[in-house]
């Protein structure tokens, strides 16, 4: 397929996805985007969210990430991102987990833009939070 | 001159020695394994995590609000060791060869008149630098509990790295570890991570991340990569350290093994060499005592 291109999902503990993807959906921090083949190149933050990828093949799998950020090329696209599941692994536990780990850091948190950011991540989370339980 | 029965005991105890020491080679070889793919897993990571940090570290390299991270306080005076070690011993030269590494850097900065602070990972290293730099020590973080290495427990150092940091503790951190070589080469190695330095700050890269767009702007992104870059550069010398420590044990219980086997050769010779001697004598008793009837 000629628009399909190379998609990687790196986690600092490893390497996740490696493949020829036609479409990507990224949670980035200015809203969601689809990357197709030939995009701008392009560097943005990532936010807690979904990643939702599309094989070459036409599968689609889906990702869940905490925050990161994303390298997009015309040929390629890497999404580093702090952690990073497959959808279907993630439970409501890890996830209130997380959450619960958010809230006691925001509550240490002292200048105040340190705390519009962990609370700009929490609604995220508890956003998330909602699209998984939903589903 | 032992008896009979002691060169027996003796050898029943080195054989026990030996089979403990053979059951932790064979486990720190298959931990040595697990810890070496963990290492390479978190290798994809980084390298991007260089690279996009090193070009745009480049192109704002020169600007007056560059992040502290990347252009330091502007002074030296204070430095942090964050020294990284095993939490266990019986791995040959692994723990000490940091130490030292560590220790001769800390007396080389005082000697030049600056404040030093360590902070130190691991039992063993704590223990050690304690002796010497007991004033010097700010905070010590263990991972004894930890079975599996991770990057939430980089992520804590990291940020305890950050905090003090940002209000303005140190300068200069620098990190000492054991860079992985081979099975039988681990390298203490002394890295700065703060303000942070790129081993790919290529020239070519800049003319391509002019045609980026960066979303929010690339100051933002830039600040937000940079303590993130910390916590992986911590994240990489703890997972090295790792697989360096398994491998260190692995060819210090080989060592110990191989010794209790020579030791075992050693005893064996000399109770059998006693024992003939024994017959011979006894031997020389009886014929002499037929000869004198």
């Known amino acids: 397929m000629a628009d399909a291109f190379n998609f990687e999902l790196v986690s600092p503990e490893r390497l996740l996805v490696s493949e ?27 936010k807690p969210g979904v990643v939702s990828v599309k094989l070459a093949s036409g599968q689609v799998n889906k ?36 959450i619960e780990t958010a809230q006691a850091d925001l509550g240490k948190a002292t200048d105040d833009e340190h705390k519009t950011r962990l609370e700009q991540f929490l609604t995220d989370l508890t956003h998330l939070n909602g699209i998984v339980v939903a589903a | ?26 486990v720190a070889a298959a931990k040595l394994r697990r ?83 360590i902070l130190t990972v691991g039992r063993k290293g704590n223990d050690v630098l304690r002796r010497s730099f ?14 599996q290495l991770g990057f939430a427990q980089a992520d804590e150092v990291a940020g305890k790295v950050l905090d003090m940091f940002n209000a303005g503790e140190f300068d200069v951190a620098t990190l000492f570890f054991a860079r992985f070589q081979s099975v039988i080469a681990q ?17 070519t890269d800049t003319s391509s991340s002019a045609l980026y767009e960066y979303e929010p702007s690339e100051e933002e992104i830039l600040e937000e990569l940079l303590p993130k ?16 420590f398994y491998g260190a044990q692995m060819s210090a219980m080989d060592n110990a093994t191989r010794n209790a086997g020579d030791m075992i050769n050693k005893l064996t010779l000399s109770y059998n060499r006693q024992r003939q001697a024994q017959i011979t004598k006894e031997l020389i008793e009886i014929i002499s005592g037929a000869e004198a009837l």
């Open chain 1, 20 to 46: 020829k993807v036609s479409e990507v959906v990224i949670p980035a921090t200015l809203g969601e985007m689809t990357v197709l083949a030939q995009h701008a190149p392009t560097m943005t933050t990532i």
């Open chain 2, 134 to 147: 007991k004033d010097n020590i700010v905070h010590y973080i263990t991972f004894r509990e930890v079975k």
């Open chain 2, 229 to 244: 870059n910390v916590a992986v550069q911590i994240f990489r010398a703890l997972l090295e350290n790792n697989a360096s």
């Open chain 2, 35 to 117: 810890a070496q793919e963990a290492a390479e897993a978190a290798r994809p990571y980084a390298q991007r995590m260089d690279k996009v940090l090193g070009s745009l570290a480049a192109a704002n390299a020169g600007n007056a609000g560059a992040p502290l991270l990347l252009s330091g306080t502007g002074k030296d005076q204070v430095h942090l060791l964050i020294v990284a070690t095993g939490e266990r011993g019986l791995a040959g030269g692994f723990n000490s060869s940091i130490v030292r590494l560590a220790r001769d850097h800390a007396l080389k900065l005082i000697a030049q008149g600056k404040t030093v602070k």
């Open chain 2, 187 to 203: 390298v203490a190695t002394a890295q700065q991570i703060i303000p942070a330095k790129f081993e790919a700050a290529q020239a």
């Open chain 1, 63 to 98: 990702y869940v990430v905490f925050g990161g950020f994303a390298d997009i090329l015309p040929e390629s696209c890497t999404l580093l991102a702090d952690a990073a599941i497959l959808a279907n692994d993630l439970t409501v536990d890890t996830l209130q987990h997380r």
């Open chain 2, 1 to 26: 001159m032992p008896s009979l029965k002691d060169l027996k005991n003796r050898i029943a105890s080195v054989k026990a020695t030996q089979k403990i020491t053979k059951a932790m080679k064979m």
